[in-house]
């Protein structure tokens, strides 16, 4: 059964970064696009970013673009969330999510079960 | 705020059958993209419940079928059952962000 762990979540002061990790392993990691997914404390989900299988393209929502960046470790079937400047507005539960590419459209076959970020003075 | 706009919240007695909409526009679902439909139980991670219209994952029970017609699509629950209590999400892609969207969100309470 297709695993996906998340850590590095944490309370931190705005304006300080924060690093999340995303380990994926009981399928072919590398063969995948994976995604953020953030949900706010009692609001919806919100899509933040995607990459592609090889690491080679990202994609972000327009509310972290110049702000996170996505990246991955093929070899260590590791997944990346660099988050930077970070405001209350970032504070969530982050979920990395395996995508699944059908028609122009993907969805989301397989969640972690998330790692919280508290931005807190 | 997000272009897909869901009801907040629908209710049912056991055995009957609600749906949920899920209503978007001429970038997404009225462009064709498909909608995929997730279902989210309290305090945990959410779960793909319908992919691309109206295919179950396996393991889902055939009580959850979902559709899609013009910029709008449906989810339907029959035969409502206490453990279908929890949050449902529609997701797609939209082309005037370059990203996937996902619904308001609906909760559904079993009476």
């Known amino acids: 059964q297709v695993q996906l762990v998340e850590s590095g979540g944490g309370v931190v002061q705005p304006g300080r970064s924060l690093r999340l990790s995303c380990v994926g392993s009981r399928f072919s990691f590398s063969s995948y696009d994976i995604h953020w997914v953030r949900q706010a404390p009692g609001k919806g989900l919100e899509w933040v970013a995607l990459?592609?299988?090889?690491?080679?393209?990202?994609y972000y929502a327009d509310s972290v673009k110049g702000h996170f960046t996505i990246s991955r470790d093929n070899s260590k079937n590791t997944l990346y969330l660099h988050m930077n400047t970070l405001g209350p507005e970032d504070t969530a539960m982050y979920y990395c999510a395996r995508g699944v590419f059908h028609d122009y459209t993907c969805y989301f076959d397989s969640w972690g079960q998330g790692t919280l970020v508290t931005v807190s003075s | 705020q997000s272009v897909l706009t869901q009801p907040p919240s629908v209710s049912g007695a056991p055995g009957q059958r609600v749906t949920i909409s899920c209503t978007g526009s001429s970038s997404n679902i009225g462009a064709g993209y498909d909608i995929h439909w997730y279902q989210q139980l309290p305090g945990t991670a959410p779960k793909l419940l319908i992919y691309s219209n109206n295919n179950r994952p396996s393991g889902v029970p055939d009580r959850f079928s979902g559709s899609k017609s013009g910029t709008s699509a449906s989810l339907a629950i029959t035969g409502l059952q206490a453990e279908d209590e929890a949050d449902y999400y529609c997701?797609?892609?939209?082309?005037?962000?370059?990203?996937?969207?996902f619904g308001t969100g609906t909760q559904v309470s079993v009476l």
């Open positions: 990459i592609s299988n090889d690491g080679r393209t990202a």
């Open positions: 997701q797609s892609y939209d082309s005037s962000l370059s990203g996937s969207v």
